[in-house]
């Protein structure tokens, strides 16, 4: 039986992934004509047209698309096998947001090396790692806004649900008379503290709050999770912060929270990575570990520390 040229299967695997023959040449390091040339071979071969060239780039035809759904598993396979036999360990680059690797995967990410030494992970933390094309990274772990509770919930392609972001608003407990509680209405009294510019988690916050008073023309303005918090720890104001990043805080009753009132969930963290990756033992691995210790981390309302117990 006569195989199809492989050098071609592979310019195809990546021209298909990647859905644009320029980015399968800046790859290889080959010139465009060097991939066009190997997907005719590969498209005589088959008899039949691979790509539909459309005015933003290639489409795969069904053919196509038959082909990469086989080829993509099978040279992951190769790459893994082949990294076992040199001697390599396994990795991957996780992409993530800078406030959830700060407050929430680094301070965990120990007990995950400790049991899988074999297993060591690269960190990329970006502000915003949903717009990092998934050719750069292993995986992502991901946010998207909206209560993912929601029947009407977005669901991003590729995505393992890993923690809902639950927010409650807090502050040190100095900013409080004797540490008690205040009503929602009293809280325009206090200084806000944005986790970005326009405030768009308290003004979602207060969709689900609508007996809250807050006032926004003096608020500080931050731009991450971690210093708005660390801003709301040296008492400048009040910070809606999410209950799985201050769980150290809440037990040393450093920040406390302002009102008596739920937990709202208002976005979620979501672990990405391709079909064909899911199932590789580093990643397979990590995914499983990520979704356990999240699952430790629920909000339970009854036990979220009030100041003084």
Not at 217 to 223: C, G, S, V
Request: glycine share 4%; with cysteine.
């Amino acid at each position: 039986m006569k195989l199809p040229p492989l050098t071609a299967l592979t310019y195809f695997n990546a021209a298909a992934l990647q859905l644009s023959f320029k980015a399968a040449a800046k790859q290889f390091c080959v010139t465009e004509g060097a991939i066009s040339r190997q997907i005719k071979l590969l498209e005589e071969y088959y008899g039949k047209p691979l790509f539909v060239r459309t005015r933003r780039g290639v489409q795969l035809t069904d053919a196509g698309q038959r082909l990469i759904s086989v080829i993509e598993p099978a040279i992951q396979k190769i790459f893994q096998i082949s990294q076992e036999i040199r001697g390599y360990s396994p990795q991957f680059t996780l992409s993530v947001t800078t406030s959830f690797a700060i407050r929430w995967l680094l301070p965990r990410l120990a007990n995950f090396e400790a049991t899988h030494p074999n297993f060591p992970i690269n960190i990329q933390a970006a502000k915003n790692p949903q717009k990092i094309q998934s050719v750069d990274y292993g995986a992502s772990i991901i946010y998207v806004l909206g209560d993912p509770y929601h029947s009407e919930a977005t669901i991003p392609a590729n995505g393992h649900f890993v923690m809902a972001e639950w927010l409650i608003p807090v502050c040190s407990p100095a900013l409080l008379d004797e540490g008690k509680s205040i009503s929602p209405s009293s809280m325009e009294e206090f200084r806000l503290i944005l986790n970005e510019s326009s405030g768009r988690d308290w003004r979602l916050w207060l969709e689900c709050t609508p007996t809250a008073k807050v006032q926004f023309d003096t608020a500080i303005r931050l731009e991450h999770d971690d210093t708005a918090i660390q801003a709301a720890v040296a008492g400048h104001g009040i910070a809606l912060a999410n209950v799985a990043y201050i769980d150290n805080e809440l037990k040393m009753g450093s920040l406390v929270p302002i009102i008596d009132h739920p937990p709202v969930a208002i976005g979620a963290h979501y672990f990405i990575c391709k079909p064909s990756c899911f199932e590789q033992p580093h990643i397979k691995a990590f995914s499983e570990w990520l979704m356990k210790s999240a699952a430790e981390c629920l909000p339970q309302n009854d036990k979220i520390p009030k100041y003084g117990e």
